[in-house]
């Protein structure tokens, strides 16, 4: 019923830019709180980036400074602006929307940040 679809990912030399965008759509009948989390190969899943229903955003202090979450006004469409990268940010992003405290996924995007 509900459905996440990520885009724009692909490969960016270090210090350079990305913009990721993520819709949810289907049977959401409101603003709700989205997410982008990150899994690099052996690495765990990483809590990225969070912005809520009013507005409000968290980072990963592995980002802070350099990514910024956004929403389009009244729609549960995000993006994640990806700036300065470095090899590290390498991995797949994924974005989630919480209905009813349970995360949606969607299929991820590919980050490849390499000279």
């Known amino acids: 019923q509900v459905h996440v679809v990520e885009s724009g990912g692909g490969l960016v030399q270090p210090g350079g830019s990305l913009r990721l965008s993520c819709a949810a759509s289907?049977?959401?009948?409101?603003?709700?709180?989205m997410y982008w989390y990150r899994q690099a190969p052996g690495k765990e899943r990483e809590l990225v980036a969070t912005?809520?229903?009013?507005?409000?955003?968290n980072y990963a202090d592995s980002v802070q400074g350099r990514f910024t979450i956004s929403r389009v006004t009244a729609k549960n469409t995000v993006y994640l602006q990806m700036n300065s990268l470095k090899p590290e940010d390498t991995a797949v992003y994924y974005c989630?929307?919480?209905?009813?405290?349970?995360?949606?996924w969607g299929q991820g995007t590919q980050v490849t940040v390499s000279s």
């Open positions: 912005i809520t229903d009013a507005g409000r955003t």
């Open positions: 989630t929307v919480t209905i009813s405290g349970v995360h949606i």
């Open positions: 289907g049977t959401i009948f409101s603003i709700k709180p």
